[in-house]
């Protein structure tokens, strides 16, 4: 646990801390590849929360991960299951099994009874929403809190920006049920105008590469340290022939040599020469395996480098620690400066 105080914060994120049953309630979102046992471990032995990443690995390995956070901390601790993995039920099987007291369901919409399955173990059950029409299904189907999510972030993301959702969802929903904000957070002092929008905690991804704890090979990090917010962008799509879901990463020659593949493929099929759905399992394939070949291997090129624009705001490594004290001592501070102007 970082040692700091939180006399300001305390007044206004009691609901996340106790949902989360943590100190601090910043969660490290899931990153496929990225949160691992290590750094989800890291996270929660500073007060502060994550979730295992699920992508899709086999549920035999999802229970070894479970397992070996639980040998690195006692604290608690999620998984994030993604609904749209073809290994998805067999995760939440194993989530529900291994009595983990939060799941997080992201990816697209949850069916209702896979909620309610997830509340039944006994687990705080939060889900995305990345348009105020997912939130509002998800409070209907009963979940205990929401991530806001908005286009900014890393990863596979929504069709709105998070100011937006702020407006839609955050003002309207968070009497209701804690909402957490995801996507463009990476500093103390943004928490604490989040804290007084009445958000209950926030959600961090970028940030979280960026510390020792990371397993993410140090080329990815050195991408990250350089790039500025405007590098992480959403993959192009130029057809509705051709539906590409979109993901924020930052640009490199795997962005290139994947949009001169959608023109390619478009020429042929405005040719003749393809069929549509030829075309799509080859737009489809392209990205496979290239977040690991980034995370892991360190191909900086080719593979993908999933980044929230917040990455402009990130360009030190630290522990994980100092990075928990930081975020806290900055938004307490920002607290008690607006305390005084009031
Ligand atoms: C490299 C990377 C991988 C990610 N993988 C996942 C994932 O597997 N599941 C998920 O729900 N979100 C994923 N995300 C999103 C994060 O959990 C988090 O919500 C997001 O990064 C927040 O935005 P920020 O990057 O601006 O902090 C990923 C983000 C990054 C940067």
């Given at each position: 646990?970082?040692?700091?105080?939180?006399?300001?914060?305390?007044?206004f994120?009691?609901?996340?801390?106790?949902?989360?049953?943590?100190?601090?309630?910043?969660?490290?979102?899931?990153?496929t590849w990225v949160s691992e046992p290590?750094?989800?471990?890291?996270?929660?032995?500073?007060?502060?929360?994550?979730?295992?990443?699920?992508?899709n690995m086999p549920p035999d390995e999802l229970a070894r991960q479970v397992a070996h956070t639980r040998t690195l901390t006692?604290?608690?601790?999620?998984?994030?299951?993604?609904?749209?993995?073809?290994?998805?039920?067999?995760?939440?099987?194993?989530?529900v099994q291994a009595q983990l007291p939060v799941i997080v369901f992201a990816g697209s919409m949850p069916r209702e009874q896979e909620i309610e399955k997830a509340k039944a173990s006994g687990a705080q059950v939060l889900a995305f929403a990345s348009t105020d029409a997912l939130a509002k299904r998800m409070v209907r189907y009963g979940v205990d809190g929401l991530i806001l999510e908005g286009m900014e972030a890393g990863g596979h993301v929504g069709p709105v920006v998070g100011p937006i959702l702020w407006q839609?969802?955050?003002?309207?929903?968070?009497?209701?049920?804690?909402?957490?904000?995801?996507?463009?957070?990476?500093?103390?002092?943004?928490?604490?105008h989040l804290l007084l929008m009445g958000a209950s905690g926030v959600q961090l991804g970028t940030r979280f590469v960026m510390t020792d704890e990371c397993v993410a090979h140090p080329n990815f990090k050195e991408e990250f340290r350089r790039a500025q917010a405007r590098d992480a962008v959403t993959s192009p799509q130029f057809d509705s022939r051709l539906p590409v879901i979109p993901v924020r990463a930052l640009k490199n020659k795997g962005t290139l040599t994947?949009?001169?593949?959608?023109?390619?493929?478009?020429?042929?099929?405005d040719a003749?020469?393809?069929?549509?759905?030829a075309a799509q399992m080859e737009v489809e394939?392209?990205?496979?395996?290239?977040?690991?070949?980034?995370?892991?291997?360190?191909?900086?090129?080719?593979?993908?480098?999933?980044?929230?624009?917040?990455?402009?705001?990130v360009d030190e490594i630290m522990p994980v620690a100092l990075l928990v004290k930081e975020l806290i001592g900055d938004a307490e501070r920002e607290l008690e400066r607006i305390a005084r102007t009031l």
């Open positions: 646990m970082v040692d700091a105080s939180t006399a300001h914060l305390d007044k994120w009691q609901r996340g801390k106790a949902l989360l049953g943590v100190q601090y309630p910043i969660m490290c979102g899931a990153m290590r750094l989800v471990a890291a996270v929660c032995n500073a007060g502060a929360f994550a979730s295992l990443a699920c992508g006692d604290k608690p601790f999620a998984v994030n299951l993604i609904t749209v993995a073809p290994n998805y039920l067999a995760h939440l099987e194993m989530a839609q969802i955050l003002f309207q929903f968070s009497e209701r049920v804690p909402v957490f904000i995801a996507g463009g957070v990476a500093t103390g002092k943004m928490m604490a994947f949009a001169k593949l959608q023109l390619e493929l478009l020429q042929k099929l003749g020469e393809m069929e549509r759905e394939r392209f990205w496979i395996g290239a977040l690991r070949h980034a995370v892991i291997e360190g191909d900086v090129e080719h593979g993908s480098l999933m980044a929230g624009q917040t990455v402009g705001l």
